[in-house]
């Protein structure tokens, strides 16, 4: 069973940069995305990452400043985010898709435990 672990979420400055990883025990042919949830709101998609080179941006507010890559040789997906605000604080999750492509994506599979943004001064 595919599993993901994400990482480097934590407490930064309006502002500031955070970067966050997601490990896979084994990519595949998976594309690959990251969501965010705050409290009290519903689940959101920010980005995805295909197996070949595509990708997509869901979020306007990450637009210019969340930037997902895939490293399929180290099974990881990351996502820079810069300029990091307060509504940015959430719990950010990574799944695993049924497709190689975002856009063939019907289901999200596998889910990480998450792990926590903070922005606050």
């Known amino acids: 069973q595919l599993q993901l672990v994400e990482s480097g979420g934590g407490l930064v400055q309006p502002g500031g940069s955070l970067r966050l990883s997601c490990a896979a025990s084994?990519?595949?042919?998976?594309?690959i995305a990251w969501f965010r949830q705050a409290p009290g709101k519903e689940r959101e998609k920010i980005s995805c990452?295909?197996?070949?080179?595509?990708?997509?941006v869901n979020l306007d507010s990450a637009k210019g400043r969340f930037t997902i890559s895939r490293d399929n040789a180290k099974n990881t997906v990351s996502l820079q985010m810069d300029a990091l605000q307060p509504e940015d604080t959430a719990v950010y999750y990574c799944?695993?898709?049924?497709?190689?492509?975002?856009?063939?994506?019907?289901?999200?599979?596998?889910w990480g435990q998450g792990t926590q943004v903070t922005v606050s001064s």
């Open positions: 799944a695993a898709g049924n497709a190689r492509a975002c856009n063939r994506v019907g289901s999200w599979n596998y």
């Open positions: 990452a295909g197996i070949s080179g595509d990708s997509t």
């Open positions: 084994e990519v595949g042919a998976r594309a």
